[in-house]
């Protein structure tokens, strides 16, 4: 690495030998920098969040489906089912939950792959920026920077693995000790294989048919796995400091 | 929090008492880091479905792919599915990240519970509808059963069609039934108020033996390429009636037949038809330098 930049390792990690991965902060890495984040409520259609980014930005998007209850399950919005689905353009950010439902959505800078975005120029005089490699933090715009203090970033409260045999359905139970229902992201494996998914995910490859979906409440991130027969599913787990509602 | 290292509020908020989302970084959390974007298509129909995109990473990345199903220029997160049946979805191991598209197979099952969509007749004795019939008596009997309001589109080439015939009764005689089906070559083919047996036929067709199902069960018949050749008409379309012509072989044997005469709601004949459509969608991944594994 160059000598000279800052870098901030991980918790447990000692900054001087760490790795790129339990780097929390180092000059030259690309961040998932906050454009823009909110509530909403369902409507049982499409709720659009404009962005105006005039590209596809990088996205998180959680719903509470159990209306009204305040603790009730929160899941990343995927593609799977009618309710629970988000969808980004170069406009906007349509999110599909039923009516009534909580909605917490994120809008990064970062589109969804590199090449030519629109310069964004960043409006603060004061704080801290910190570029990429190959940009003068004096004229950098928001995607040439690492990290911008006037902007949110996704922060990873805590992380895990767990592992445990299912045999047609478990719930895992993770403990995260935050003030309400956080954001998070989980992948799981069947029984060792290598190959890991994401949540609403089936393992298409194991023949265990094994499906993982999650959800978070004011205590616990659940993970719930469903299996046709006797298999051990591993979890790993991102839970974000950063609510999903 | 402890009483070291970095922590940076976010506008408008004291650091000494911002809560964590009020915070832009403290070095107690940890963050994601892209490491690789990219982008691309993935067929069901070409190459086994599958996207392999190398990582060189040597450890199992945290990883989000966006899919465009419809490629409309609109990501959602992986997986994405229709009625909760997945048909993209994603998985990565220590050297890449795989991105898999399966074709949307789905069966629509219509049923036959009008008396004029079923017609019977005996060899120089009855003929009429209100029921179906198919194989020999002491005379031959030949039938015809229609399905109507079938959703499939003009030119669409069928994985499948299996008819189901409800068999209210069997003929008490032995050994397999011997016939042969055709579709009814028309583009919507009328109801059976009338003798529907000297209808055009398709070229396609079946012929052969049947070992009988007992009463009670259905007795199923492969029409699949009587089918394709109707939806293949020009003037085919969705919505439409199709309908199938039944005729015994000269050398089936005497009592071999199978009968519905239309009684019950459960007991209907069915027309299940499956298609297959190929899902193809743009895709953009982002693999990050987290580690899962």
């Known amino acids: 690495m160059a000598n000279y930049g800052i870098k901030v390792s991980d918790v447990g990690y000692d900054v001087l030998t760490a790795e790129d991965k339990n780097l929390s902060l180092k000059t030259g890495l690309s961040l998932l920098n906050v454009f823009s984040q909110g509530t909403e409520t369902g409507t049982g259609g499409a709720v659009t969040v404009g962005h105006s980014l005039g590209y596809e930005p990088q996205f998180l998007v959680w719903i509470d489906e159990n209306s009204g209850i305040k603790d009730g399950g929160t899941g990343l919005a995927t593609g799977m089912d009618t309710f629970g689905t988000a969808f980004v353009d170069d406009a906007d950010l349509n999110i599909y939950a039923a009516n009534g439902d909580n909605i917490q959505y994120y809008i990064f800078y970062e589109p969804l792959t590199t090449g030519t975005a629109p310069t964004i120029t960043p409006t603060n005089d004061y704080g801290i920026i910190i570029t990429k490699d190959g940009y003068d933090v004096a004229s950098a715009n928001i995607l040439q920077q690492t990290f911008n203090s006037e902007k949110n970033s996704i922060k990873i409260a805590l992380s895990g693995t767990d592992s445990d045999t299912v045999n047609t359905t478990k719930n895992f139970l993770i403990v995260h000790g935050l003030s309400s229902n956080p954001g998070y992201l989980i992948y799981f494996e069947v029984d060792n294989s290598g190959k890991w998914w994401s949540e609403n995910e089936t393992d298409t490859l194991s023949g265990k048919n094994v499906t993982l979906s999650s959800w978070t409440t004011n205590t616990h991130l659940v993970a719930n796995a469903v299996s046709d027969s006797s298999c051990t599913v591993g979890i790993k787990y991102y839970i974000f400091a950063d609510p999903a509602i | ?293």
């Open chain 2, 1 to 293: 929090m402890t009483d070291y290292g970095i922590k940076i509020s976010r506008p408008g908020y004291d650091v000494k008492t911002a809560t964590p989302p009020q915070l832009s970084f403290s070095s107690k959390y940890g963050t994601l880091k892209i490491q690789a974007r990219g982008n691309g298509t993935v067929n069901s129909a070409s190459g086994g479905g599958l996207a392999t995109i190398a990582h060189g990473l040597e450890y199992v990345p945290a990883f989000l792919v966006h899919v465009d199903p419809g490629q409309t220029g609109s990501y959602c997160i992986a997986p994405y599915g229709v009625n909760s049946t997945p048909l993209i979805y994603a998985y990565a191991d220590s050297t890449n990240l795989y991105i898999k598209a399966v074709a949307n197979v789905v069966e629509t099952t219509y049923y036959n519970a009008s008396d004029t969509n079923m017609w019977r007749a005996y060899d120089g004795g009855f003929s009429g509808n209100g029921g179906f019939a198919i194989g020999k008596t002491d005379v031959k009997i030949n039938g015809a059963l229609r399905f109507e309001n079938i959703a499939v589109a003009q030119g669409t080439t069928i994985t499948d069609a299996v008819l189901g015939v409800y068999v209210g009764e069997k003929g008490a005689g032995t050994g397999d039934m011997t016939y042969f089906t055709f579709g009814i070559d028309e583009d919507n083919t009328a109801n059976f108020s009338s003798d529907p047996l000297g209808r055009n036929k398709t070229t396609a067709n079946h012929g052969g033996s049947a070992a009988l199902t007992g009463a009670g069960g259905f007795q199923n018949f492969n029409v699949t390429n009587e089918s394709n050749e109707i939806f293949a008409r020009g003037s085919w379309s969705s919505g439409n009636a199709i309908g199938y012509i039944f005729n015994a072989g000269d050398d089936c044997p005497a009592q071999v037949y199978i009968y519905d005469d239309n009684t019950g709601t459960t007991t209907n004949s069915k027309l299940s038809i499956t298609t297959t459509t190929a899902t193809v969608a743009n895709y953009k991944y982002t693999v990050f330098l987290n580690q899962i594994e």
